[in-house]
């Protein structure tokens, strides 16, 4: 890769962190505004870590659940597809492997909101699973230790319905 394709990726990172913050700030309508021309920008096949990373934030910004389902497969897609070129070196598919149990749990959660329980234990079984990756020391400034809380909180209320 090019140091001016690096640079140009550095900078479409920065934009959804932007447009993350504004999210996360509580500006839902504005970052739904900005991810969405985000994706309009790079395509159904544009940059894979890209689309999963924008498809993941946009379910996020929808008020339908069955939207935000339409998302987080994408993200999941997207993810797959980079994980499969992992034998050819892709350079982010190892990353991808620890956003997995939280793709996965979001759509459990999706599915959860559409009264589908059989998908969301199935769902929920993924993310378990794929939670093996992220580390139990606190080195990952608490996110490995969210994921898995967020599993067991999803799992209590699924063992209740």
């Known amino acids: 890769m090019t140091e001016q394709q690096e640079m140009s990726e550095d900078v479409f990172m920065t934009r959804i962190g932007q447009a993350v913050m504004l999210l996360h700030g509580g500006d839902r ?3 739904r505004n900005r ?3 985000l994706w309009s920008e790079i395509g159904e096949d544009g940059d894979a870590l890209h689309r999963c990373t924008l498809a993941h934030y ?5 008020d339908d659940p069955a939207d935000e389902l339409a998302w987080d497969l994408r993200a999941l897609t ?3 597809s980079l994980t ?3 034998a050819a070196g892709h350079r982010d598919a190892l990353a991808v492997r620890a956003f997995y149990p939280s793709l996965h749990l979001n759509l ?5 909101k559409l009264r589908r329980p059989e998908a969301a234990r199935l769902h929920l079984d993924r993310a ?4 093996a990756v992220l580390a139990d020391d606190g080195a990952d400034d608490g996110y490995g230790g969210g994921v898995r809380a967020a599993i ?4 209590r209320r699924l063992r209740e319905w």
């Not at 946009?58 to 929808?62: G, P």
């Not at 459990?108 to 959860?112: F, G, K, L, R």
């Open 35 to 37: 991810f969405g021309a």
């Open 152 to 155: 067991g909180r999803l799992e």
């Open 78 to 80: 997207a993810a797959r």
């Open 29 to 31: 309508e504005e970052a």
């Open 128 to 131: 378990r699973a794929a939670s």
């Open 108 to 112: 459990a959660a999706d599915y959860v």
């Open 84 to 86: 499969d070129r992992h």
């Open 58 to 62: 946009l379910a996020d910004t929808q």
